[in-house]
């Protein structure tokens, strides 16, 4: 099979430090987080930043430069920016698009809008439109994300206007309330109705992170793991770091037998330039 490619959720921009102590909020905070998870062994950081005074998600830009500097100072690891918003507030497109900025190799693209609880996640056309010729014109990578088997649909409309190029990626988000349920029928269903050539990851949330992730190994995708996802490590008990999540993954793989990708080997199975 080929290599695994370990992405970590570093801090996501809702979960609170009421929920977990463990969760990292200052710019200092993330950026240490993943380069501890990249020196666990993973290749990919999904960042979101927060504002220091609420604790949330922002898309501010000297809080991401802060992170995204310090990340580069000290690995070699691909950077994925979100450009998700933030659950609850209808930001500026434009706001969205801040990350861009900073020239990463991925940048996330929630291919569709989805009912989260009392809020919707909104990805409408316009913006994805946006989001599609802005990284096009930057030679940035989008990571596909997609919460249900329509926004495959939607990637493939865009692949054939010629907004995306091939090969895609994409990352299967499961277990979100509004979404695909995260269960092996959902995932075996995703990865068979993606392009041709494209290649894929899960997102397991919460309790459907370890299955998702042990089974995409079995399958030869690609697996995330992280905070942002999951805040336990096993029933009622946290998990402190990114970097024992990444282990843990890497621990089930290699008993599997299956190897880990590093950076490098990451950028050519992503088909990064």
């Given amino acids: 099979m080929e290599k695994l490619v370990i992405s970590v959720g570093v801090t996501g921009s809702r979960i609170t430090r009421?929920?977990?102590?463990?969760?990292?909020i200052t710019a200092a905070e993330i950026a240490q987080s993943g380069i501890e998870a990249w020196r666990a062994g993973a290749s990919v950081l999904h960042i979101h930043v927060r504002d220091p005074k609420t604790g949330l998600g922002t898309q501010n830009y000297e809080i991401?430069?802060?992170?995204?500097?310090?990340?580069?100072?000290?690995?070699?690891?691909?950077l994925c920016l979100t450009t998700s918003g933030i659950p609850g507030r209808n930001l500026e497109f434009?706001?969205?698009?801040v990350p861009l900025t900073f020239q990463p190799e991925l940048v996330s693209f929630d291919a569709g809008s989805v009912n989260m609880r009392e809020n919707v996640f909104l990805n409408p056309p316009e913006f994805l439109e946006l989001l599609a010729k802005e990284t096009l014109a930057k030679g940035i990578k989008p990571e596909l994300e997609v919460f249900e088997a329509g926004m495959v649909d939607t990637c493939a409309r865009y692949l054939e206007k010629g907004l995306l190029k091939p090969p895609l990626h994409f990352q299967f988000v499961l277990g979100v309330l509004g979404g695909m349920s995260a269960t092996a029928k959902s995932l075996l269903h995703l990865s068979e109705i993606i392009p041709t050539g494209s290649t894929w990851s899960v997102i397991g949330i919460g309790t459907g992170q370890l299955p998702m992730?042990?089974?995409a190994v079995t399958m030869g995708g690609h697996v995330r793991v992280g905070l942002e996802d999951n805040i336990y490590y096993s029933k009622g008990v946290l998990a402190k770091t990114n970097a024992e999540l990444v282990e843990r993954i890497i621990r089930i793989a290699k008993e599997f037998g299956r190897e880990i990708a590093t950076p490098s080997?990451?950028?050519k199975i992503l088909?990064?330039?």
């Fill in 18 to 24: 009421e929920q977990t102590p463990y969760i990292p």
């Fill in 265 to 267: 080997e990451s950028r």
């Fill in 213 to 215: 992730a042990m089974i």
């Fill in 64 to 78: 991401f430069k802060e992170v995204v500097d310090r990340i580069r100072g000290e690995t070699d690891a691909i």
């Fill in 94 to 97: 434009r706001e969205r698009l």
């Fill in 271 to 273: 088909g990064l330039k």
